[in-house]
């Protein structure tokens, strides 16, 4: 009820910033974001560390444009989420997109670990899934949009790399919709970890988890989704049952892009094998292992996962749209 959402904001509110609407403790809103919120409107959060770290300038922010554009398109408010000069952002400014995209990996990786740090040295930081499901959570949003999520690393069972995403998911109740998980993860123990977090992973139009730039990794998931009704639904359950996790909806790659699959594969061999002989490991293994398959593959891996990411945000957004509905 639109109502109810307006008043658990001004409560939320009260905290920090009484005189600048804006905020919610810490957390800067956009106008058009806040707006949104307080009135019950389908909003979509989105993440910055793909922008920085997970494409190149300038196809970053061409792409972090046409997934706000797409998210507007079928009738939700885009959030994109970072943390500007220290300060938590939720909904940017199209100067503020330029700004991370030509910045890329200078902008710190930030994970949920590193939001105080970077929030206490008044820098910038590209949020992965569990710093933005984090702020998004702070805020009210339910949904967020991505292409892929992190997970347990080959080998993971000896150096412990289980990415923060995991476990944000097994405590914050926002949706991530997203094409599964790179096969540069171990997609079955990433799995195995999502069931101990106690996180529901539901398939959209299949039964099988994909595995991001292919739509099948072999392994079943234990909820499927026909439409974004049943998006909606799945997510309001969990809301209203208090469970307090979070949902993985992954959604497979679309068939037309997902062809180069096998060639994909064999850059990822490649890229985890000289991440290996390089020592490249914890956090700057995903953006060495991404940049490399994507120069491996001679670009063929970007546009797959450029196709991918704008099918994510359609479904998300008509996700979130039903979502709304629901509530009203
Ligand atoms: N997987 C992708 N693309 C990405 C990421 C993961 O296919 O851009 C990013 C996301 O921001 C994700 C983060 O949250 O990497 C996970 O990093 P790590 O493995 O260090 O937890
Ligand atoms: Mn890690």
Redesign the pocket.
């Known amino acids: 009820m639109a109502s109810t959402a307006l008043s658990r904001l001004s409560n939320l509110r009260g905290h920090l910033q009484p005189s600048n609407s804006n905020y919610i403790g810490l957390v800067k809103l956009s106008p058009e974001v806040s707006d949104a919120i307080s009135h019950g409107k389908a909003v979509v959060a989105l ?4 922008i920085c ?3 190149p300038y300038p196809q970053n922010l061409e792409t972090a444009m046409e997934i706000e554009a797409i998210v507007r398109n079928n009738g939700a408010v885009p959030a994109t989420i970072a943390i500007l000069d220290g300060v938590p952002c939720v909904g940017l400014t199209l100067e503020d997109l330029e700004r991370l995209a030509k910045l890329g990996s200078q902008v710190q ?1 930030t ?1 949920r670990r590193d939001i105080a740090h970077i929030v206490a040295k008044r820098r910038n930081g ?7 499901m984090f702020l998004a959570s702070v805020v009210g949003i339910s949904v967020f949009v ?6 347990v ?1 080959r080998h993971g069972e000896q150096t412990m ?5 995991l476990t944000e998911l097994g405590k914050t109740p926002v949706a991530v919709i ?2 599964g ?2 096969s ?2 171990d997609i079955p123990r990433t799995l195995e970890y999502l069931e101990t977090q106690g996180v529901c992973v539901a398939a959209y139009g299949t039964d099988e988890f994909p595995a ?1 730039f292919t739509e099948k990794s072999g392994c079943k998931v234990s909820s499927c989704i026909d439409s974004p009704e049943e998006g909606a639904r799945l997510i309001d359950a969990n809301v209203k049952l208090n469970l307090g996790t979070g949902l993985l909806i992954a959604v497979p790659i679309p068939k037309e892009q997902s062809a180069s699959g096998s060639i994909i594969e064999s850059a990822i061999q490649k890229a985890l094998k000289e991440a290996r002989e390089k020592n490249i490991t ?6 060495f292992v ?1 940049t490399r398959v994507n120069e491996l593959t001679g670009g063929a891996s970007l546009a797959s ?1 450029i196709a991918l990411l704008k099918n994510n945000a359609l479904v998300g957004s008509k996700i979130a749209v039903c979502l709304a509905q629901l509530r009203e």
């Not at 590209?126 to 933005?132: D, F, K």
């Not at 914890?282 to 953006?287: D, F, H, I």
């Open positions: 993440e910055s560390t793909i770290h997970g494409m990786k994970a590209a949020t992965t899934v569990s710093a933005t991505t292409g892929g999520i992190g997970g690393h790399d289980i990415s923060s995403d997203s094409a998980a790179k540069i993860l991001f914890g956090s700057a293994e995903t953006p991404l996962n």
